[in-house]
Each structure stands twice: as structure tokens, then as C-alpha cells.
């Protein structure tokens, strides 16, 4: 079965302190998959996946297959990192959500 | 505002009764998809277009909702006898692509509430 799973409903850490958000999943073939964001009051936006292997706003995530993790992970939290964060895998046509992750950043 | 545009924002209604939402896509976007999210889970798909042809279909989405999107532009979504179960957020994304997936661009959703 497709499925991904979000240990951690809640985080909170001090500013300047690292972050990782963890993401596990669960897929038969090769998968795709993304952390999407979302801010106060904002929409759903990517934030960043794994094909891209790029750094966005700081944050990183790299594609463990033998563990078959994805977790995101920042090395020193700001403020504004406050969010929603989702972790997705690419079904056939549609994404495959976790629960999300609630990242607080304490000042 | 050239994004994914969702209407209404904000639905009330009472149990039984029928709602309709509508969702506008990115102009250019060929693939348009429907997600439910229910408080403290992530969003659920429930159907997929690409452009005018509903493609995939999920079991969550029973007998009593249909989607459309004529001549493959904007979508809408019915829930028929709705049920307090109904009560949701529903996302509409959109996304421009062929065979690979390309980013989805959200909505602000619709929030639905089935009293």
C-alpha cells in the first residue's frame, strides 16, 4: 500500500536551533516525493522534492531508500519557519499526504 | 490574481441539503485535482482531469458527489444529501504537465460545514 506517515503532529524548537521534520513512507515502485508548506492563513505551497535535490529557504531533503525516509531538515530555525508541513508521494496521478507536521519556533 | 482561484470560501449548510463548489484553475493548467482535508489529517485525493476527461476517481469519492470540468477549464463539485461526515475543506489544485507530474498549485479551499 501507497502511504505516508508523519511521526510527530507537533515540534517545537528555540530559533537558531536545527529542525528535522521526519517523513516515512511506504511504496512499491520508485518513488517521487515533495514537503509541501503551509503558512498562517496561507494555501498549500511546494516547498521542495526530492528529484530537484535543491536547498529552499534553507531547508534540505534527501531521499533515503533503505529506510525509505524523506525527513526535512534545517540547520538553524528561524522564525518564519512557523508552519503546516506536509510530506507527499506521487501516486499515479494524484499526491499521497501524511498527516502534517506543526512546526513551531520559539523566539 | 493569476492563481487557483476556489468559491465559495465558506459553506454552511444543513444536513440533506445539496452544495455545489466551484474551482478556476491557473488558465494554461491541462490537469486539475480535487482534495478533501479533514482537521489534524493531510489533504485526501478525490479525483483527478486532465482537461475535459476525469481520469481517476477515488473510493472516497462515493455516489452522492460528482465533479465536472467542461471544455476543461474550470471544475465544479457537487455533494448531493449532504451528511455531517461531509464536513471538510475542500482543495482544488492545478497543475501543467503530460506523462510526468509537475508541481500542483493549491487553492485556498472551501471550507464546507454540515450541520
Known amino acids: 500500500a501507497q502511504r505516508v506517515t508523519q511521526p510527530e503532529k507537533l515540534l517545537s524548537v528555540f530559533k537558531g536551533a536545527p529542525v528535522e521534520l521526519k517523513c516515512n513512507y511506504s511504496?512499491?515502485?520508485?518513488?517521487?516525493l515533495f514537503w509541501y508548506v503551509q503558512y498562517s492563513r496561507q494555501r498549500l505551497q511546494l516547498l521542495l522534492r526530492?528529484?530537484?535535490?535543491?536547498s529552499i529557504k534553507g531547508f534540505t531533503a534527501d531521499l533515503n531508500k533503505g529506510e525509505t525516509s524523506f525527513h526535512l531538515k534545517k540547520p538553524f530555525a528561524q522564525e518564519e519557519d512557523s508552519a503546516m508541513y506536509y510530506c507527499?508521494?506521487?501516486?499515479?496521478?494524484?499526491?499521497?499526504w501524511g498527516a502534517g507536521t506543526k512546526l513551531i519556533i520559539k523566539p | 490574481d493569476t492563481g487557483v482561484s476556489q468559491n465559495p470560501r465558506h459553506k454552511i449548510t444543513k444536513r440533506g441539503q445539496n452544495v455545489t463548489f466551484r474551482c478556476d484553475p491557473i488558465s494554461e493548467h491541462n490537469r486539475l485535482y480535487w482534495y478533501r482535508q479533514t482537521l489534524g489529517q493531510g489533504p485526501e485525493f478525490l479525483t483527478y482531469?486532465?482537461?475535459?476527461?476525469?481520469?481517476?476517481k477515488s473510493r472516497l469519492l462515493s455516489d452522492r458527489f460528482s465533479a465536472e470540468r467542461p471544455k476543461g477549464s474550470f471544475s465544479t463539485l457537487e455533494i448531493q444529501r449532504t451528511e455531517q461526515g461531509d464536513s471538510a475543506m475542500y482543495l482544488c489544485a492545478s497543475s501543467l504537465g503530460a506523462a510526468s507530474y509537475n508541481e500542483q498549485f493549491f487553492g485556498p479551499g472551501t471550507r464546507l460545514t454540515v450541520l
Open positions: 526530492h528529484i530537484s535535490r535543491e
Open positions: 482531469f486532465q482537461n475535459e476527461a476525469q481520469l481517476e
Open positions: 511504496y512499491s515502485g520508485s518513488p517521487e
Open positions: 507527499a508521494l506521487k501516486g499515479n496521478y494524484q499526491l499521497i
